[in-house]
């Protein structure tokens, strides 16, 4: 079935750098690919999303990627700041009658 | 806030016996989700509800069950429960069915099985 596998697991990176997250999903049909983040004690939030008719989307300092041809989409956050230590989860999605498929998270810590 | 209320939101409990945990959906949405969060571990997908019906079903035991009434409310009955049911359970819910809507999260509920 439809995996979704999440690299890394943890990454550490200086106040002010910029963070990169990877995702790589099996199934060629996958057309919607979202990012959520976990805040400490919360729930996931959605941070951004992107379908597979888009190459690229940004948000202020976050964006994501796709590439569909490798099957991968990544996460970038630009000059990082300390709110941005979280968990954040990818997922992909063959669509709406279909569930969505989680990748395993990445803990970013933002170091001061 | 999400919009999302989860109650309640810590539990404690023993092995084998039965709780209760609860859900209300954004005003609106139609469709609510159950995941469980064990300790550093991913979203694991329970199950899903659509206006009262069951839609998706995921890695849901068998002893675990759920329900969404007539208000689009929803009820997660945890039954049997062993040490390693302790997890955060969370409840989202979204307009549509689905999965390519945005989800929205409760804060969830922290159970403890002692």
């Known amino acids: 079935g439809e995996n979704v596998e999440q690299h890394p697991s943890t990454l550490s990176v200086q106040e002010g750098d910029s963070a990169v997250i990877k995702c790589t999903y099996s199934?060629?049909?996958?057309?919607?690919f979202p990012w959520y983040k976990q805040e400490l004690g919360k729930g996931p939030q959605l941070i951004i999303d992107?379908?597979?008719n888009v190459g690229e989307k940004k948000d202020q300092r976050i964006a994501v990627t796709l590439n569909k041809t490798a099957k991968h989409f990544s996460l970038h956050i630009t000059e990082t700041q300390p709110e941005d230590s979280a968990v954040y989860f990818c997922?992909?999605?063959?669509?709406?009658?279909?569930?969505?498929?989680w990748g395993a998270g990445t803990k970013l810590i933002i170091k001061p | 806030d999400s919009g999302v209320t989860q109650t309640p939101k810590h539990l404690i409990t023993a092995t084998g016996q039965r709780v209760t945990l609860r859900c209300s959906p954004r005003?609106?949405?139609?469709?609510v989700y159950w995941y469980q969060q064990s300790l550093d571990q991913g979203l694991q997908f329970l199950i899903q509800?659509?206006?009262?019906?069951?839609?998706a079903k995921g890695n849901i035991l068998e002893r675990f069950s759920a329900q969404q009434f007539p208000d689009l409310h929803s009820e997660l009955n945890l039954s049997s429960l062993e040490l390693g049911d302790s997890a955060l359970y969370f409840c989202?819910?979204?307009?549509?069915?689905?999965?390519?809507?945005?989800?929205?999260f409760g804060s969830g509920t922290q159970l403890s099985v002692l």
């Open positions: 989202a819910s979204s307009v549509g069915g689905g999965s390519d809507e945005k989800l929205f």
């Open positions: 005003s609106g949405d139609l469709s």
């Open positions: 509800y659509y206006n009262g019906e069951e839609r």
């Open positions: 199934d060629s049909a996958s057309n919607y």
């Open positions: 992107i379908r597979s």
């Open positions: 997922a992909a999605s063959k669509g709406s009658n279909y569930q969505l498929i």
